[in-house]
């Protein structure tokens, strides 16, 4: 089988070779970048699996590296940053990365993260691939204000395609499966998330954020105040 490739976009050489050795040893092919300019040239000669994006590069900010990577395909970005602000991360986890680790980190959270976000990827390709192949939304789905389809593993707004992350559409399908039922957001990180995902409950809101907009759910998706969320049909 051929081996799934890593590109790490990072400035810092010590911290680049660690990464490099980690994930050969899990059985990677890994590629360095040590500039923005490079990383984006590499993204396209080697064709990634995933992305490991440093915050802060020389040249081009990490921000505009990780939205110019996804405009050129769909493609699983876990952001590096050594900063502690929360607004930076959030702000990197708009710009289309799908997870963030703090640096200084342990190789083995990010080991594990990237298993993780393969593994996600994978399934929502697979899912995509299928819904891809439909030639058009069924008939049967026009006058259903809100599908959420596990087996497409796609979501139809008043008929039309909605398209959203995995974590966007697990988020969203947890919902739908509880309606009126109240969650914190912890329930949902643990939920969502994982037990072991070590982000904050900002992230939780960041989520509800682009789920209201893409998915017009802005009165579906209720804040409720000093506890949480809930998904009211
Ligand atoms: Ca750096």
Same mark, same amino acid.
């Given at each position: 089988m051929e081996k799934q490739k890593i590109l790490v976009i990072e400035d810092e050489k010590p911290i680049a070779e660690i990464l490099k050795y980690g994930f050969e040893k899990e059985g990677f092919e890994v590629f360095c970048a040590f500039t923005g300019a490079r990383g984006l040239q590499a993204a396209q000669e080697k064709a990634p699996d995933l992305v490991l994006l440093d915050w802060m590069l020389p040249d081009i900010s990490g921000v505009d590296v990780c939205r110019l990577l996804t405009e050129q395909r769909n493609i699983p970005i876990l952001m590096l940053t050594a900063r502690d602000n929360v607004e930076d991360k959030l702000y990197g986890l708009e710009s289309g990365a799908d997870d963030y680790v703090t640096k200084p980190f342990d190789l083995r959270e990010v080991v594990a993260r990237v298993h993780t976000i393969l593994r996600r990827f994978e399934r929502a390709q697979q899912a995509g691939g299928a819904a891809a192949?439909?030639?058009?939304?069924? @008939? @049967?789905?026009?006058?259903?204000p809100l599908v959420v389809s596990k087996e497409e593993h796609s979501v139809y707004r008043n008929g039309c395609p909605v398209g959203l992350t995995p974590r966007e559409f697990d988020l969203l399908a947890y919902f739908v499966k509880h309606p009126r039922q109240v969650f914190t957001r912890t329930a949902l990180l643990d939920q969502i998330w994982g037990y072991d995902y070590l982000g904050d409950t900002r992230t939780v809101d960041i989520h509800i954020q682009r789920l209201r907009k893409k998915a017009d759910l802005s009165e579906q998706l209720v804040t409720v105040f000093g506890v949480g969320y809930k998904y009211v049909p």
């Open positions: 192949g439909m030639e058009k939304t069924p @008939d @049967d789905l026009r006058n259903v």
